[in-house]
C-alpha cells in the first residue's frame, strides 16, 4: 500500500513538473501549485509513516490493555524513549487493532513497565489508565508541560460470566 501512495506522488510531482515548465499559465499559477506540491509531499511523509506502523506520538488512550513494550535505555547521545504497543479498551472491551507508541523515558515508567511485562509473560492482562499529573494548582496553561499524564497500570479485572 505504500509503495502506491510513493508511486501516486511521484506521477503527481512528474504531472506538476511537466505542467511548470511547458504550460502558458501565469507565474503565479505556477508558484502555487509549487507551494501545493510542496506542501503535499510533507502531509504524505507523515501520513505514510502512520500508515507504515511507525510509533504514535499522538497521547494513549484514557483506558488500554497492555500488549508489549519496548524499552530504550537514554545514553549521552539518545533522550531514551518508551515504546508501548496497546489496545484501546471501549465499553470495557479491548479494541481489535492494537497502535504502537512513543513515550519519553522515565525511570518511574521504565519500573512500572518492567513489573507489568513480568505479569503479562505469566499471563496476566494489564491495563493501563491516563490519570492528569498533580501540580500546583493555579493557572495550569501559564506552565508548560503541566497538562502531562501519568500512566498507571494495573492487573485487568476478571471478566463477569452471564448467569445461565
Request: hydrophobic residues 45%.
Amino acid at each position: 500500500m505504500t509503495l502506491a501512495i510513493e508511486l501516486g506522488a511521484a506521477v503527481l510531482a512528474l504531472l506538476c513538473a511537466l505542467a511548470l515548465l511547458w504550460s502558458h499559465w501565469p507565474a503565479w499559477l505556477k508558484a502555487a501549485l509549487l507551494l501545493g506540491v510542496t506542501v503535499f509531499y510533507f502531509f504524505a511523509h507523515d501520513e505514510v509513516n502512520n500508515i507504515a506502523g511507525w510509533p504514535s506520538p499522538h497521547r494513549l488512550p484514557e483506558r488500554f490493555q497492555l500488549l508489549a513494550a519496548a524499552i530504550e535505555e537514554p545514553t549521552q547521545r539518545n533522550p531514551g524513549a518508551l515504546y508501548l504497543w496497546v489496545n484501546a479498551v471501549e465499553n470495557g472491551r479491548p479494541q481489535a487493532q492494537p497502535r504502537a507508541y512513543r513515550l519519553p523515558y522515565t525511570k518511574d515508567l521504565h519500573a512500572l513497565l518492567n513489573d507489568s511485562l513480568k505479569k503479562v509473560r505469566e499471563g496476566v492482562s494489564q491495563l493501563g489508565t491516563l490519570e492528569p499529573q498533580r501540580g500546583r494548582p493555579g493557572l495550569s496553561w501559564l506552565r508548560p508541560g503541566s497538562d502531562e499524564q501519568v500512566v498507571k497500570l494495573r492487573d485487568m479485572p476478571k471478566p463477569q460470566l452471564p448467569e445461565k
